[in-house]
């Protein structure tokens, strides 16, 4: 029994650890704009919560989804990391209008690059040998049509995919882990984060979180997300104008 | 450790709370929002629909009433979950770069969708996507797509609409939820048997024998959902006087056509998410022939299809030839050419198939087909580029410069007559 729970103890410190390696990339052009006073498009948040049901399936869930997205753009707001910096929030346009359209075509670009970045930036085993682990990558000509839609010169996106386990996944992790002294997979944390900079449609810094933790469902959790999420943002204003 | 008595107490303990829990998380599936009762009659399994054998009795078990799609359900319930999930995946469609936006294709697909879904029309969005794949789709929010591939498939309107009822049988009877709902009790049981088998210290391989079982019923009840959804498709054809042979003409040249292609492999029928085809096609066919006798007049509509579909033909043959393989596009081509509409266009095709290849005689072949297309009706003007690229490649460079030299002066204006040009400035 012993031995049994000093596995299941190595598996959640590990799991738990896996957090805290640096999760960001700045891109070289990042550092010639540390400092700025212009506009940053918040695109809106791209963000799905579901339930995980004892037997491992993920449950949708609408309401939590939803409430999510508030508690981002909220936290973002209070955040300290980002105050004095000069956001614009983007709101969804009117369904299926070309402004939706737009919009949607963007952030399903973003995810597209993201995918990318995570690949290839992340994983060793699918490392280009021209970029290794560094930040070069763009979404092309495409970004320039938002800067002149929003007026803004930078854009923030969020794309976040986090499950929550069921009270019947709970009940049944634990007792897996007494009896079997195995860890069962609970609720995971997915998604990443990227500022890009609108005139040329480089990514100038991308982090992302994959973890046990973190809670968007209730607005007094939602800060820790946030910090993790932003992790190494690279962006402070200059006040010299401010 | 514990006492003997104490680990059986536990044991109970903790068993007692899990199944709790898991029906806790059941009941939250089965009660809030939509009631199970309100779906009708239950999904009938294989052996249940095999005994239906009057007109009266099909309609009696197929009865619009059991059609009931959702209105937008409340965020609060998994079915709202399901919703906000196809909302998401909705928003990728519509942005797709496969969408065909052509207004009158549109207009005509969607009359068709509406004379079959009749009043539940306004919670259906349709999308016509370029895809090369027999096959249309309804999510549970009314997402409809339906491909080019079957468009391009159909003969006439009748095999459009049964395809589209099938579906519509999906969306009507919110299939999605019953099976998400289904998935999610059956993986829930074979959670709590794995625990207690064990707990009980029973052999390793009972557990995956309790998967696989699992696994089967899962299947087994989307195999149900497919006859279940053929059954209504029919009765929505029956209801608008359409074709009743049309859904069992669908799938016999669908079958066909994957045998030519090679396509057709062994299907292990306690392992699918459908039927066996042909068993499909067979009860299709038997549920339309004791149909058949009620209904006076039955539609095909095969001209006014022609009308719409036969002006973007080409467009969807092109990406059939681009994305599928040979024998595939060869195979679908010559059931075109045995059906005999505007044969020129579908011998240039041909001849593409085979200048596009890596064979050897490809050029050769390709010329033969090109010729034949000429000689037919409806070849499209491309045919002499065509016809002089691959005479190029076998190094007849005055028939080549002939060839575009027609084709130039059919289409001086195409927009690649100035590559053409160079081409053959280059053949001086």
């Known amino acids: 029994m012993v031995n049994r729970c000093r596995w299941a103890t190595i598996a959640l410190v590990s799991a738990s650890l896996m957090g805290c390696q640096q999760t960001f990339r700045l891109s070289e052009k990042t550092l010639a704009l540390s400092r700025v006073n212009q506009k940053i498009a918040v695109m809106p948040p791209d963000v799905e919560l579901s339930e995980l049901t004892m037997g491992g399936v993920k449950v949708p869930n609408a309401v939590w989804s939803e409430q999510a997205k508030t508690y981002l753009?909220?936290?973002?707001?209070?955040?300290p990391a980002f105050k004095n910096l000069d956001f614009v929030e983007i709101q969804p346009p009117p369904q299926n209008t070309p402004e939706d359209r737009f919009i949607l075509s963007v952030q399903k670009l973003h995810t597209a690059v993201g995918d990318e970045i995570m690949l290839?930036?992340?994983?060793?085993?699918?490392?280009?040998?021209?970029?290794?682990?560094?930040?070069?990558?763009?979404?092309?000509?495409?970004?320039?049509?938002?800067?002149?839609?929003?007026?803004?010169?930078?854009?923030?996106?969020?794309?976040?995919?986090?499950?929550?386990?069921?009270s019947g996944r709970v009940a049944?992790?634990?007792?897996?882990?007494?009896?079997?002294?195995?860890?069962?997979?609970g609720g995971q944390q997915q998604g990443f984060a990227s500022l890009v900079d609108l005139e040329t449609g480089d990514v100038v810094w991308f982090n992302n979180i994959?973890?046990?933790?973190?809670?968007?469902?209730?607005?007094?959790?939602?800060?820790?997300?946030?910090?993790?999420?932003?992790?190494?943002?690279?962006?402070?204003r200059d006040c010299k104008s401010c | 450790m514990l006492s003997g008595k104490w680990q059986f107490r536990l044991f109970f303990f903790l068993a007692a709370t899990l199944a709790l829990s898991a029906c806790a998380d059941d009941k939250k599936y089965f009660e809030v929002g939509l009631k199970d009762s309100e779906l009708g009659k239950p999904v009938m399994t294989e052996a249940q629909t095999a005994s239906i054998f009057s007109a009266p009795q099909i309609l009696e078990t197929y009865r619009l009433e059991n059609l009931k799609p959702a209105a937008r359900p409340s965020k609060e319930t998994d079915e709202g979950g399901y919703w906000f999930s196809a909302d998401k995946h909705e928003q990728l469609v519509r942005t797709s770069g496969n969408l065909i936006k052509d207004e009158k294709l549109n207009a005509y697909v969607k009359g068709i969708i509406c004379r079959l879904a009749g009043p539940y029309c306004p919670g259906i969005r349709l999308y016509i996507m370029r895809i090369p794949q027999l096959n249309a789709n309804v999510m549970a929010n009314g997402?409809?797509?339906?491909?080019?591939?079957?468009l391009l498939r159909s003969r006439d309107e009748a095999?459009?609409?049964?395809?589209?009822?099938h579906e519509f049988g999906h969306y009507l009877r919110r299939h999605t939820l019953q099976s998400q709902r289904h998935i999610i009790e059956q993986t829930n049981m074979a959670t709590l048997y794995t625990l207690g088998?064990?707990?009980?210290?029973?052999?390793?391989?009972?557990?995956d024998l309790m998967n696989m079982a699992t696994n089967s019923s899962i299947l087994a009840f989307s195999r149900n959902h497919e006859r279940e959804a053929d059954g209504y498709g029919l009765r929505l054809l029956y209801e608008n006087k359409y074709d009743l042979s049309a859904?069992?003409?669908?799938?016999?040249?669908?079958?066909?056509?994957?045998?030519?292609?090679?396509?057709d492999g062994p299907l292990n029928p306690y392992s699918s998410t459908h039927p066996p085809d042909l068993e499909r096609q067979a009860e299709l066919k038997r549920l339309a022939d004791v149909l058949s006798p009620t209904l006076i007049s039955q539609d095909k509509g095969r001209e006014r299809y022609l009308e719409h579909i036969l002006p973007h033909r080409a467009s969807f043959l092109e990406v059939e030839i681009t994305k599928n393989p040979q024998k595939a596009s060869l195979a679908l081509l010559d059931i075109l050419i045995e059906d005999g509409v505007r044969l020129g266009e579908l011998y240039y095709f041909k001849g593409e198939v085979f200048r596009r290849s890596a064979k050897k005689n490809g050029a050769e072949e390709a010329l033969k087909f090109y010729k034949k297309a000429i000689e037919a009706e409806g070849a499209p003007v491309e045919v002499f580029r065509s016809m002089a690229l691959a005479e190029l490649s076998l190094q007849k460079k005055e028939e080549a410069k002939r060839n575009f030299d027609i084709y130039l002066q059919k289409a001086p204006s195409a927009s690649d007559a100035q590559i053409v040009r160079m081409q053959m400035e280059a053949l001086k």
Do not use: C
């Open chain 1, 120 to 166: 290839h930036s992340y994983n060793p085993a699918y490392t280009l040998p021209t970029k290794g682990a560094k930040l070069d990558w763009s979404m092309g000509p495409l970004a320039k049509e938002l800067r002149h839609r929003t007026n803004a010169k930078h854009a923030l996106f969020i794309h976040v995919n986090d499950t929550y386990s069921s």
């Open chain 1, 172 to 185: 049944y992790a634990i007792a897996v882990a007494i009896f079997a002294g195995v860890a069962i997979p």
């Open chain 2, 247 to 263: 859904p069992s003409e669908v799938w016999k040249r669908a079958i066909d056509e994957g045998k030519r292609a090679g396509q």
């Open chain 2, 197 to 207: 088998a064990f707990l009980g210290g029973a052999p390793a391989g009972s557990v």
């Open chain 2, 143 to 150: 997402t409809t797509q339906v491909w080019s591939g079957l």
């Open chain 1, 73 to 79: 753009l909220d936290g973002i707001r209070k955040s």
């Open chain 2, 159 to 165: 095999e459009l609409a049964a395809v589209l009822g």
């Open chain 1, 210 to 236: 994959a973890r046990n933790a973190g809670d968007l469902r209730s607005p007094g959790s939602v800060q820790e997300t946030v910090d993790a999420l932003f992790a190494g943002f690279p962006l402070e």
